[in-house]
């Protein structure tokens, strides 16, 4: 199923290129009132989707199809207590970051060639038509990174990579939208609208191998970014696995698995199209 958040934070279930309002079928309170940053009815649809999965379903079937082109899409996403992100995932990425870093720093961080995982914070996240703002004070290059993301459903901690893909609800198309300076990962990848996130939540029935996925993304037309999941030198389980032995998962929190090779600056007026095969594609204008 692919689940979005859509006008004003409802649920819909995409079919095709509309989308079916079925909020009303959770059998949980959702308060439209409520701040949706404090929402936690996401987060018990990302644990408890398989008992309302059948609920869902037939709410959509007989519910009524608004096109796609006349809703506004939010984040598929609320309130994750936590964005992990991989570092240094992709053999040619870590290759290019030499020069990267030569470029932008003067020197090579070994250190930062090691996969590893670092957290971004929540509040970068935006929607999937959303913009990307540059901070004003930024003197450095911007860079864009298209990764899939991981949504966990059941949470844990010490989570074996034999079972791992039990404990994940479904995956979606993120940007990690990075400062290249001098600084620690957490700042530079943190900026208010640096997480866009999209179009949707597609659940991981629908996701036969996560480990064949086609990630693409053009800037004005022009490729930069073309990968396919694998190259991910740690493959979901084991990063699911690594992340739950440093910190316990809860259901909703997010993992962006790492960037492709192609990473380059992004400036004013640049439109980021993106996509990853069967889970959609998203558009962002730099601003
Ligand atoms: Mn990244």
């Known amino acids: ?87 240094s995932n992709y053999a040619e990425h870590v290759a290019e970051m030499h020069e990267v870093q030569q470029r932008t720093l003067g020197h090579v961080e070994s250190w930062m060639m090691e996969f590893d995982v670092f957290l971004k914070a929540p509040s970068s996240i935006v929607g999937p038509g959303d913009d990307i703002v540059l901070p004003k004070e930024i003197r450095h290059e911007v860079h864009h990174e298209s990764e899939l993301v991981i949504v966990i459903g059941r949470g844990g901690t010490d989570i074996p990579a034999e079972t791992a893909l039990s404990y994940v609800r479904g995956y979606l198309i993120g940007l990690d939208i990075t400062v290249r300076s001098p600084h620690d990962r957490s700042r530079r990848k943190s900026h208010d609208t640096f997480s866009p996130l999209g179009p949707w939540l597609t659940t991981a029935d629908e996701v ?50 790492g960037a492709p090779p192609g990473v380059g600056p992004i400036a004013a007026g640049d439109v980021l199209d993106t996509s990853i095969s069967g889970l959609g594609h998203m558009r962002q204008t730099v601003r």
């Open 1 to 87: 199923m692919k689940l979005a958040i859509f006008n004003g934070f409802r649920l819909g279930v995409v079919i095709g290129d509309a989308v079916v309002d079925v909020t009303e079928a959770l059998p949980w309170d959702w308060d439209v009132d409520s701040e949706p940053e404090l929402a936690s009815w996401w987060r018990r649809l990302c644990r408890d989707y398989d008992d309302v999965r059948e609920l869902l379903r037939k709410a959509a079937d007989r519910g009524r199809s608004v096109p796609l082109a006349e809703v506004t899409l939010r984040a598929p996403v609320l309130n994750p207590s936590k964005i992990v992100a991989c570092a």
């Open 208 to 257: 036969p191998d996560p480990a064949d996925l086609e990630i693409r993304l053009t800037n004005n037309g022009t490729v930069k970014q073309s990968v396919n999941t694998r190259d991910l030198i740690t493959p979901v389980p084991r990063i699911v696995s690594y992340v739950s032995r440093m910190m316990t998962l809860y259901a909703g929190d997010l993992i962006f698995t």
